[in-house]
């Protein structure tokens, strides 16, 4: 039954296969050669099956364990870096007709105060947001033909893509909404989204069925198949993610590499990203009713594990997590966070009272964009807010040869440093500035080539003298 190229849910992600790794893993978990022999071939940075992450994740040895996250930072390292992208989420509305039993928009939910952005608070919200200093957005919808038709997301899309304020713009809008047709797909994409993002939520197609039990997010197949039809659409970038606490952390392993494998054979490029979201308490939400909560330090082997299986692939850790989680697993492999995040719809231009709650969970990690942006840089990491592989169409596998050919270091940093410093400028608090500064200076010797290096010196004078938006 298992075909990585089928196009059917239930043969790509096979259930005998997960068992079958599941059973192989539990054999031979703490086999130290076959052990080594994983590491040596994950060290070749090629990345590795499914079932030899599992293996991986699965290891109890704690030598292994500390030479599997060296790993994982030494990958970080080398493919992208010392970066981190930041972004933020936009809820433009809470409307949802499905019953996904952890979130709290789940449409039998009659307390929770429903809102849905007119485009004026969508021009609100995104003014706050550039204030901020963000410049990518994942936006974010409930499931309503109603209230939230595709017309609805592209209108939106437009408005966003169309504010201009002061020195701000959002130049990339990724877009988290539920599964849907080839043709909407295209239209996302003639919209010029960033990448496609859908959870998975759970592989498990029971579990799956029994969490989703009515609407049209009910359908396991219709829900799978989704990146497959956003690809038939146009779109390069796909973002898959399970919501881990829901099943098994070690079957949603399997079946999101297994994924992930099916989109490289049937498309030749897998996904561009890849989220790690934790169930978190929400208005009638309790992440305790859910059996396979995992700890933190399960956690930390997660991403380490995915940064060494899939070494291409971005890794996203939201404000689910708190701030102490984000110092600890952000070394393994993480590439994107998001900052200064609510979860409400509409939160960003007015702050929303206790008592009219519409937010989708409570975020962890409440700091501002400048206390992370500052976090980030005392950390020794460089806070990004580029987008130019989108711009300049370096999407799908045009991205990739980037990655591949470690190309990224004289431009992804360039990128970086240049857009580092128009944060800088427009929106740091003084003592992020000074941090800021030292950073960049310091951080222009890592620039491989000496004519880009010169070049971004010019730039980064520009920059300061008001002009804006230099990419390479
Ligand atoms: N409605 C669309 C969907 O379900 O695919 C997309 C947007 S939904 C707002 C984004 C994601 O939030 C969901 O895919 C789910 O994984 C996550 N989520 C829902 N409830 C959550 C909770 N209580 N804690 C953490 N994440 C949650
Ligand atoms: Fe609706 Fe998405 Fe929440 Fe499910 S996860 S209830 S589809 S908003």
């Not at 040895?61 to 790993?71: G, Q, R, S, V, Y």
């Amino acid at each position: 039954m298992y075909n990585p190229k089928s196009m059917k849910a239930e043969e790509f992600i096979d259930d005998e296969e997960i068992q079958e790794s599941l059973r192989f893993a539990d054999a031979h978990k703490n086999d130290l050669a076959m052990i080594d022999d994983i590491l040596n071939k994950a060290r070749q940075y090629k990345g590795l099956s499914h079932r030899e992450a599992l293996l991986l994740l699965d290891c109890e040895d704690a030598e292994k364990n500390k030479e599997i996250f060296a790993l994982a930072e030494q990958i970080k390292k080398e493919f992208y870096g010392n970066r981190i992208v930041l972004f933020a989420p936009l809820y433009l509305s809470n409307y949802c007709i499905n019953e996904c039993v952890y979130c709290p928009f789940h449409g039998k939910n009659k307390h929770i105060r429903r809102k849905k952005l007119t485009q004026e608070e969508v021009r609100n919200e995104v003014i706050a947001l550039q204030d901020m200093g963000h410049k990518r957005l994942a936006i974010e919808s409930g499931e309503d033909p109603e209230n939230n038709p595709i017309e609805y997301i592209l209108d939106c899309i437009k408005t966003i893509y169309s504010v201009k304020h002061k020195n701000g713009a959002i130049r990339r809008v990724n877009v988290n909404i539920a599964a849907t047709t080839v043709e909407n797909y295209r239209k996302l994409k003639e919209a010029g989204i960033g990448t496609y993002i859908l959870f998975q939520e759970t592989y498990n197609k029971k579990s799956y069925e029994e969490l989703h039990p009515a609407g049209p997010k009910h359908d396991y197949a219709y829900h799978t198949e989704a990146m497959d039809r956003a690809m038939e659409g146009g779109i390069d970038d796909v973002g898959l993610g399970v919501l881990f606490g829901l099943e098994r952390y070690r079957y949603e392993l399997t079946g999101l590499l297994m994924h992930a494998e099916h989109l490289e054979a049937v498309h030749g490029v897998g996904p561009h990203t890849i989220s790690v979201p934790r169930v978190r308490h929400a208005d009638d939400i309790d992440p305790s009713a859910f059996d396979n909560g995992i700890d933190d330090e399960t956690f930390a082997k997660i991403v380490a594990v995915i940064r060494i299986a899939v070494p291409y692939t971005g890794l996203i850790m939201s404000t689910r997590e708190t701030k102490e989680c984000r110092e600890r697993v952000i070394h393994y492999g993480i590439s994107q966070i998001s900052g200064g995040s609510k979860t409400s719809v509409g939160g960003y231009a007015v702050p929303e009272m206790p008592d009219e709650c519409s937010e989708q969970f409570d975020v962890s990690d409440s700091r501002t964009l400048d206390e992370v942006v500052c976090w980030l840089m005392e950390m020794g990491y460089i806070p990004s807010f580029c987008t130019a592989c989108y711009r300049e169409g370096r999407t799908g596998d045009r991205f990739m040869a980037l990655c591949k050919n470690r190309q990224i270091h004289n431009c992804c940093l360039p990128n970086a440093l240049m857009t580092l410093k128009e944060y800088l400028m427009d929106y740091a608090s003084p003592k992020t500035h000074a941090v800021g500064d030292s950073l960049i200076q310091k951080e222009m010797l890592n620039i491989p080539n000496e004519k880009v290096r010169a070049i971004v010196a010019e730039r980064l004078k520009e920059i300061a003298d008001g002009k804006r938006d230099f990419r390479f």
